[in-house]
Every structure is written in C-alpha cells, then in structure tokens.
C-alpha cells in the first residue's frame, strides 16, 4: 500500500478544483508507478477542492510507521476495555 506522501508527490502541479480523471490523468502525467494509479482510481468519482481531499480520498495508508499487525496487537490490549483513551490511568 502507498503512503499520502507517495500519491501527492506526483500532483503537485495539479490546479483544483479537479475532478477525479483530472487526478488520475495528471498522476499519469507525471510518471506515478502502478501503486499510486491504483490508489487514485478508487478514490470516489466527485470534484476535489484541494489536494487536502485528495489525500483524504486516496486508498493509501497515511500512517506507513503503524502496519496491520500494529493495529491487530492494540485491538487484542484488554487492559483497558471500554475506557476512553483520555480517562485511562496509564
């Protein structure tokens, strides 16, 4: 999977608001690899505002330091069921 900072590399001269072939078309452009493409296409066919919405849409994975196997371990913590984060003791 591709990180926000690998889709929006390649949409910087991009002018908004762009419709999602926009996007597509100048990621293509610019030369994006296979990955950056396919997380483009599976964005929602509307009108973006801002690359802000872009990055927002895009099937990437905006935290690339955190792996499903991260997310897994912290969903199976007991510790602490049912507590909102901020009332925790620890």
Do not use: C, W
Not at 5 to 12: K, Q
Not at 54 to 71: F, G, I, K, Y
């Amino acid at each position: 999977m591709v990180t926000n900072a690998e889709v929006l590399r390649y949409l910087t001269s991009l002018d908004f608001p762009a419709s999602k072939d926009d996007i597509v078309a100048e990621a293509d452009r610019a030369g994006a690899p296979q990955d950056v493409l396919r997380a483009l296409r599976a964005m929602p066919p509307v009108d973006y505002g801002n690359i802000d919405e872009v990055a927002r849409s895009a099937h990437t994975n905006p935290h690339p330091e955190v792996t499903p196997a991260d997310l897994a371990a912290r969903a199976r913590d007991r510790k602490h069921p049912q507590v909102a984060r901020h009332l925790r003791q620890s």
